[in-house]
């Protein structure tokens, strides 16, 4: 089955903690996105990949980090300077090139305690 | 000004109704538009791809650009129960942009 995986499901955190969100791809996708999804306020990318070893910052990248060693994956760290970091988190991929559409990933809700 | 403006809802229709989403947009280089339907906690679906003006269908789902008025919609006909999700609009520029999502229930 091709598709995009994230794990976990749930993810709990304390306060001063850095936590890594997977994410991984089969379908061969060049590009690699993370997003944030708060309620009332759509999507919002943290940080983009367009190709291996490469990743560019988004719009609310302070306080993510990123790392694309595989083309098939590009996890996400959420470090402790993150001032507000309870959100559903999406993982997004596409093929390169302004014509092709974006698929998403089942999400990883983190919550701080 | 926002890249793409959407009408949070919520939406609530009897099934078997016509249902409309729209979204208005504000760069008129945006050429290729999408259409997701989320489910609570889950992750977006893509549902809808189209490119420039014109309608695109698929089942019971219709989308349609409207380029000269920066103006998408997507048409849903007869509602079922299993449609009520939030519906995303999304277009194509050099990232993409996206509506903040339409909450929408279908009633039995």
């Known amino acids: 089955d091709g598709g995009i995986t994230q794990s976990p499901k749930y993810l709990f955190r304390k306060e001063g903690q850095n936590v890594t969100l997977s994410c991984e791809q089969n379908l061969n996708h060049d590009a690699m996105y993370w997003y944030r999804q708060d309620p009332g306020q759509g999507l919002r990318l943290i940080y983009y990949?367009?190709?291996?070893?490469?990743?560019q910052k988004g719009d609310i990248a302070e306080g993510y980090s990123v790392s694309r060693e595989k083309k098939e994956s590009f996890p996400l760290t959420v470090t402790s300077a993150q001032k507000n970091p309870t959100a559903f988190y999406l993982c997004a991929s596409s093929l390169a090139g302004a014509k092709n559409e974006q698929f998403f990933g089942p999400g990883t809700r983190l919550t701080v305690l | 000004q926002k890249e793409v403006e959407q009408d949070p809802g919520p939406l609530s229709v009897p099934e078997g109704a016509i249902v409309s989403l729209n979204c208005t947009y504000s760069n008129s280089a945006f050429q290729y538009f999408m259409w997701y339907r989320q489910y609570s906690r889950k992750g977006p679906e893509l549902l809808m791809y189209t490119y420039s003006s014109g309608n695109k269908e698929d089942g019971r789902f219709t989308a349609q650009v409207d380029k000269s008025s920066k103006y998408i919609s997507l048409f849903i006909r007869d509602s079922q129960p299993s449609d009520s999700a939030t519906y995303l609009c999304a277009m194509r520029g050099n990232q993409f942009y996206f509506g903040t999502g339409t909450s929408l229930t279908v009633i039995p």
């Open positions: 990949s367009q190709i291996v070893n490469d990743f």
